[in-house]
Structures are given as structure tokens and as C-alpha cells.
């Protein structure tokens, strides 16, 4: 199903183009779901008319995506900046270590620390604005709303206060139009909870338990135990109500219902027309259970399959480096950042995978997109007067989304993400550089050579001269300074 079906199963009844407002955070990894479906129904439609309210922060990446996309090579949307901080910038300045998304992240899992997690996605994860920022980002909407008048509403699954200012508007009877929720995530994440037989106890792991899928026997108990857990959160967890009545009170809605992720899938989705997903069942969890679901809700379910923007017209040459083999995805979102030790050890599986899927005859490549730790990763040296660089200075890089080529391993990053890759070398480095190159090193040890490139291609091993001589290909943006690995 293509992007475009949001639209055309939403709207329904209307006739001419639709007005269509999409409220979305400007994170990428939620707002590219909305892109993509933007982008497709300029595709069959360039006279359609779209609205985004976003945080200033999506505005360039908007002009860089859909500019000239419209008629004549027009801008094709029109973008209504939303006052207050960014959801990630939010959870930045945090001061509290217990609320704070990377503290909370990098604790392992066990019987004190998993619960500790649940606590901060229950309570703080979906709601990490103030009362203040929330009630203004809400009359933001409402005022955007009354300008536009769209006939369709696209929310963000986890933009809280657009959520609720969408759903509570319309509740009040003032404006009419059709909500939907448009998100990325896996089917599981909106039905598990409904399955027979108290499956989401024993079946699905729970959030912040690192169980392994399927539970095996011994861990039940556990993830029974984080269930209970997370029940009592919901029924003690004072944070939602009190941020209700704030807003409730600041904005003048004295109905008002905070709508946030956890509570509107528990909810049934109260309010909400449709719930557009970007999977689908034949690629989503084969264990979903999808026959004994309430049909009511089930109903307005639209799986679409993987939203996203056609690769060939953007980028050719990624395009053609994915047509040669099944590719793994390596995108733990946007969100997450790694050090090296982390990377490492996500290079050692991803060398395991691929050796393994070799032996049986099958060649794999990976699409991995790395953000790396600045905080918790050492800097090292690698200006004048470093040994790499003299070896180093005079390349640069094409500003193309690639990584790296060899015949054991195979990284990108995806266009939209930030230029980070994992390579085959023998020790850590640093490079800054703007045009792709080859490097030629033996596993042993030191650099061999390096040899400019026109094309990300992986050479001949008989290029190589014998022995265990490997060659990568690099390529990337020019942004921050990156590492490289070999394992």
C-alpha cells in the first residue's frame, strides 16, 4: 500500500483535493514517515494543498525533501512553526538523571533497573514538556487548525500535546475534520495488549525487560513480574492527571484528556478515526495474533507497509548498491547513540550474521546507521602532527550517503541520518573528508595504501595482491568527525 492510501481511505467522501495538516515532531525518525507520505501525494496530486506544524528545527529539512515538488517546481506545503522545545531537546536539558532518556537507556536491565526505566517511559517519556510549553504548543494547534481548516489531521504517535489539542478540539464540536494517527512503528506495539488468553504477560517481552522473543520458559516469571509492575505505575502515576489539569485549566477545556501514546492504545485509540502503521502483517511479528482482535478497533487499523520516499530518484547509486544482495537494517533510531565499545560489539554480530549467512551460501550487505556518543567516546587526534594524517588530509569525500564496501563488510547510513560508518581497520580512526577514496590495508596491521575513487565499488580480490589485502570503500557526508572500526 502506498503513502498515498492515508489519504484516500482517510478522506473517503471528499472530492477535491484535501487540505491536509500534518502535526509532527521534528525529530526525523518520526517526522520521515510524514515526508515520505507528503511526498507521494504530490506525486499523484502536485495541487494538493499541505500543511505541516512542526518545531522550526523540520523547516529546512522540509525545503531540502519536498522543494519543487509542487506545481511549476513550486514549494508544495506550507509550514506553521509551533513554539517551545523539541521533544529530544526536552529530554537534552533534563536535569534529573532519572529522567534523562540516555541514563535511563544505558542502564542494564535486572529487577532494580528495569523498573526504573518502565517509571521514566511511563511517566516522563510521552510528557516531557512543562505545563507551560504543553498549553502553548496546544493553542499553537488550535490557532493553526481554525487558519487552515484542513479536512485531514495527521498526528505524530508520540507528540503528546498535539494529540490531545487535535482530539480535544474536535471533541468540543468547534472544527470538523478527520484525525488520524500516522505512525512508524510495528503492528505489535498497537495490538499485543488486546491478544487472548493474558498474552502480554507470558507472550511479549515487556518494555525495559531486554527479554528475548519468544520469553523462554524460565523468564516468564520476570516478565510477569515487570507487567505487575507497569500495571501499578498506570494506576499510581499521579503525572498525567496533574499535567491534565494544568492544561486543562491554562488552555480553558475543562473536559480535556491528556492523549498520550500508553494511555490512547489502552484506550482503544478514543477519538481517533484511523491508525495508519508502517508495517504490515506478512512482515510484522509472524506470532501476532490478528483473528481474535476486537473488530471495532481492528477496523481502523490501516497496516501500509514501510512508508518511505523512493530511493532510485534521490540517490541512484544507493539505490544500485541495495539491488545487488539482501540487505540488513541496522536503525535503532534516532534517539540512540553509541560509544565505541558499544559498536564494537554490534560489528562482532553483525560479522557473526554475515559469516554465518555466508557459509550458507547467501551474501548479505548492511544498511547501518550509527550515531556516535560524544559524551561517552574519547576523542582522539588526527590533525597535524598525528601519525593518520598525513595519510588523511588530502582526501575528500562526495557529500552521498555511503559507508562502506569490502567483501566482509558492507555499512551505509540512510540519506536522512547523520554520516556515521563502521569500517575494516585494524585500529580506531578519525577522518574529515567531503569526496570517496579506497583504502588498502592488510588485517595485520598498518595502512598499505590509498587510492581516490570515482564510485563506491568493491574490487576484485585479485586487485589485491594476494594474502589477506582486503579494500573499503568510504564515503559520506561532511559533518562531524566520525570512527571507524575492524573487528
Known amino acids: 500500500m502506498s503513502p498515498s492510501t492515508v489519504i484516500q481511505a482517510a478522506s473517503g467522501i471528499i472530492m477535491a483535493p484535501p487540505k491536509v495538516l500534518m502535526l509532527v515532531n521534528s525529530e526525523l525518525g518520526?517526522?520521515?514517515?510524514?515526508?515520505?507520505?507528503?511526498?507521494?501525494?504530490?506525486?499523484?496530486?502536485?495541487?494538493?494543498?499541505?500543511?505541516?506544524?512542526?518545531?522550526?528545527?523540520?523547516q529546512e529539512t522540509l525545503r531540502d525533501a519536498l522543494g519543487g515538488a509542487g506545481d511549476h517546481g513550486s514549494t508544495p506545503f506550507t509550514f506553521h512553526p509551533l513554539p517551545g522545545r523539541a521533544m529530544f531537546k526536552c529530554f537534552q536539558e533534563e536535569e534529573d538523571l532519572n529522567n534523562n532518556i540516555h541514563t535511563v537507556s544505558l542502564q542494564k536491565p535486572g529487577v532494580r533497573n528495569s523498573p526504573n526505566s518502565q517509571k521514566f517511559i511511563m511517566t516522563k517519556a510521552f510528557l516531557c514538556w512543562t505545563a507551560e510549553e504543553f498549553a502553548s504548543i496546544y493553542k499553537s494547534v488550535d490557532a493553526t487548525i481554525d487558519h487552515v481548516k484542513p479536512d485531514i489531521v495527521l498526528v505524530d504517535t508520540i507528540f503528546t500535546p498535539a494529540i490531545t489539542a487535535a482530539r480535544d478540539i474536535r471533541a468540543n464540536g468547534s472544527k470538523d475534520y478527520k484525525l488520524a494517527i500516522?505512525?512508524?512503528?510495528?503492528?505489535?506495539?498497537?495490538?499485543h495488549h488486546l491478544e487472548?488468553?493474558?498474552?502480554?504477560?507470558?507472550?511479549?517481552?515487556?518494555?525495559?525487560?531486554?527479554?528475548?522473543m519468544p520469553i523462554p520458559w524460565y523468564w516468564?516469571?520476570?516478565?510477569?513480574?515487570?507487567?505487575?509492575?507497569?500495571?501499578?505505575?498506570?494506576?499510581?502515576?499521579?503525572?498525567v492527571a496533574n499535567m491534565g489539569k494544568k492544561v486543562a485549566k491554562l488552555v480553558g477545556s475543562p473536559n480535556l484528556e491528556i492523549a498520550e501514546n500508553i494511555s490512547l492504545c489502552h484506550n482503544n485509540m478514543k477519538g481517533i478515526d484511523k491508525i495508519f502503521i508502517g508495517s504490515r502483517a506478512e512482515v510484522d511479528f509472524p506470532e501476532l495474533d490478528l483473528v481474535n482482535l476486537p473488530q471495532d478497533y481492528w477496523a481502523r487499523i490501516v497496516p501500509?507497509?514501510?512508508?518511505?520516499?523512493?530511493?532510485?530518484?534521490?540517490?541512484?547509486?544507493?539505490?544500485?548498491?541495495?539491488?545487488?544482495?539482501?540487505?540488513?537494517?541496522?536503525?535503532?533510531?534516532s534517539h540512540c547513540v553509541v560509544n565505541e565499545t558499544?559498536?564494537?560489539?554490534?560489528?562482532?554480530?553483525?560479522?557473526?550474521?554475515?559469516?554465518?549467512?555466508r557459509k550458507s551460501g547467501k551474501e548479505l550487505q548492511v544498511l547501518w546507521k550509527m550515531k556516535k556518543d560524544s559524551i561517552r567516546s574519547p576523542d582522539l587526534e588526527t590533525g597535524p602532527g598525528s601519525v593518520l594524517y598525513a595519510r588523511f588530509s588530502a582526501l575528500r569525500l562526495r557529500r552521498i550517503p555511503c559507508a562502506l564496501f569490502s567483501g566482509y563488510h558492507q555499512s551505509q547510513t540512510p540519506y536522512w541520518g547523520r554520516g556515521q560508518f563502521c569500517a575494516s581497520l585494524t585500529t580506531v580512526v578519525r577522518i574529515h573528508s567531503t569526496r570517496p577514496y579506497a583504502l588498502e590495508y592488510?588485517?595485520?596491521?598498518?595502512?598499505?595504501?590509498?587510492?581516490p575513487m570515482t564510485s563506491?565499488?568493491?574490487?576484485?580480490?585479485?586487485?589485491?595482491?594476494?594474502?589477506?589485502?582486503?579494500?573499503?570503500?568510504?564515503?559520506g557526508r561532511n559533518q562531524n568527525s566520525r570512527r571507524f572500526w575492524w573487528m
Open 30 to 58: 518520526q517526522a520521515n514517515v510524514f515526508i515520505a507520505t507528503a511526498h507521494a501525494l504530490l506525486q499523484e496530486d502536485p495541487g494538493v494543498d499541505i500543511h505541516f506544524a512542526s518545531f522550526p528545527a523540520l
Open 182 to 191: 500516522l505512525s512508524p512503528n510495528s503492528l505489535k506495539d498497537f495490538v
Open 196 to 212: 487472548p488468553g493474558l498474552a502480554a504477560f507470558w507472550k511479549w517481552p515487556v518494555v525495559a525487560s531486554a527479554n528475548m
Open 220 to 239: 516468564v516469571p520476570f516478565n510477569i513480574y515487570l507487567v505487575l509492575r507497569m500495571i501499578w505505575l498506570v494506576l499510581t502515576n499521579k503525572n
Open 304 to 333: 501500509c507497509g514501510p512508508i518511505v520516499r523512493p530511493i532510485q530518484p534521490i540517490e541512484p547509486e544507493l539505490s544500485a548498491w541495495l539491488q545487488r544482495r539482501p540487505t540488513v537494517l541496522v536503525n535503532l533510531g
Open 342 to 357: 558499544e559498536a564494537v560489539d554490534m560489528a562482532r554480530s553483525l560479522r557473526r550474521m554475515m559469516d554465518h549467512s
Open 442 to 451: 592488510r588485517r595485520s596491521s598498518s595502512l598499505a595504501g590509498l587510492t
Open 456 to 475: 563506491p565499488t568493491e574490487p576484485n580480490s585479485s586487485e589485491l595482491g594476494g594474502g589477506e589485502a582486503q579494500r573499503v570503500v568510504l564515503a
